[in-house]
């Protein structure tokens, strides 16, 4: 399933959308959550980190969507955005966003239809290289590669990331199967470290791409080093 916002004020676009959302589904068989908004500023109250593909309109009342769109990434700098105008020339801007594309008013079936195909491939391999976790009642999504090692001590786990650390009440098994998948193993039973982000391995030392150093206890050495050489070589990538 792939949810999707539409923050569009005029009643006329937001019903042409919804029009060529159906169709989209029909053609595809793809299948869409979707849920309006009429403003910037309602659309980043309610906003959780919980959408795939935003459209913001960039002419908004109250707030515009490029200035909406600056507030959105500092809570989620991964969701795909795309930008609707009628001015063309005003698209430029969502560069400074990171906007995945823009589509020019009065839009057309097939150049919605051949943007939407390409932002569902991209959502959906974030999807698949991306965790979220949920921190003192705030959701986050976290890149794989932005994720430098998890540790655990006295039953929280902190995803120590390149944006900082990120701690929430767990046990380190209760996420090891998922981050295992994505090229992590156990360097003792306190912490999961990604593959990626090693330097190098000396001895029983394991030296970060961020300069911190971590050490591999004696249990699990063996199993680390074989398995960080296999994804090094590609046959665990």
Same mark, same amino acid.
């Given at each position: 399933?792939?949810?999707?916002?539409?923050? @569009?004020?005029?009643?006329?676009?937001?019903?042409?959308?919804?029009?060529?959302?159906?169709?989209?589904?029909?053609?595809?068989?793809?299948?869409?959550?979707?849920?309006?908004?009429?403003?910037?500023?309602?659309?980043?109250?309610?906003?959780?980190?919980?959408?795939?593909?935003?459209? +913001?309109?960039?002419?908004?009342?109250? +707030?515009?969507?490029?200035?909406?769109?600056?507030?959105?990434?500092?809570?989620?700098?991964?969701?795909?955005?795309?930008?609707?105008?009628?001015?063309?020339?005003?698209?430029?801007?969502?560069?400074? &966003?990171?906007?995945?594309?823009?589509?020019?008013?009065?839009?057309?079936?097939?150049?919605?239809?051949? +943007? #939407?195909?390409?932002?569902?491939?991209?959502?959906?391999?974030?999807?698949?290289?991306?965790?979220?976790?949920?921190?003192?009642?705030?959701?986050?999504? !976290?890149?794989?590669?932005?994720?430098?090692?998890?540790?655990?001590?006295?039953?929280? #786990?902190?995803?120590?990331?390149?944006?900082?650390? *990120?701690?929430?009440?767990?046990? !380190?098994?209760? &996420?090891?199967? @998922? !981050?295992?998948?994505?090229?992590?193993?156990?360097?003792?039973?306190?912490? #999961?470290?990604?593959?990626?982000?090693?330097? +190098?391995?000396?001895?029983?030392?394991? #030296?970060?791409?961020?300069?911190?150093?971590?050490?591999?206890?004696?249990?699990?050495?063996?199993?680390?080093?074989?398995?960080?050489?296999? *994804?090094?070589?590609?046959?665990?990538?």
């Amino acid at each position: 399933m792939i949810r999707i916002a539409i923050v @569009e004020d005029t009643k006329e676009d937001a019903s042409r959308f919804k029009q060529y959302l159906d169709q989209f589904q029909l053609e595809s068989k793809e299948i869409f959550e979707l849920k309006f908004f009429k403003s910037a500023i309602a659309f980043l109250e309610e906003y959780k980190c919980d959408f795939d593909i935003v459209f +913001m309109d960039i002419d908004l009342p109250g +707030m515009t969507g490029i200035d909406a769109s600056k507030k959105l990434r500092e809570k989620d700098p991964n969701v795909v955005l795309v930008f609707l105008t009628y001015l063309g020339k005003y698209a430029i801007k969502g560069y400074s &966003v990171n906007a995945f594309d823009f589509l020019v008013k009065p839009i057309t079936y097939y150049s919605f239809s051949t +943007m #939407l195909a390409r932002a569902i491939t991209k959502c959906n391999y974030e999807k698949g290289n991306e965790v979220t976790i949920s921190t003192e009642g705030t959701i986050i999504k !976290l890149s794989i590669n932005s994720i430098i090692y998890v540790e655990v001590y006295s039953h929280q #786990l902190t995803y120590h990331t390149d944006k900082g650390d *990120f701690s929430k009440w767990g046990t !380190l098994s209760s &996420v090891e199967d @998922e !981050l295992t998948k994505f090229g992590f193993a156990k360097g003792s039973p306190s912490y #999961l470290i990604n593959f990626r982000r090693i330097s +190098m391995i000396n001895g029983n030392e394991v #030296l970060l791409d961020n300069g911190k150093s971590l050490f591999l206890s004696r249990g699990q050495k063996k199993d680390f080093v074989e398995k960080f050489t296999g *994804f090094i070589s590609g046959d665990n990538a």
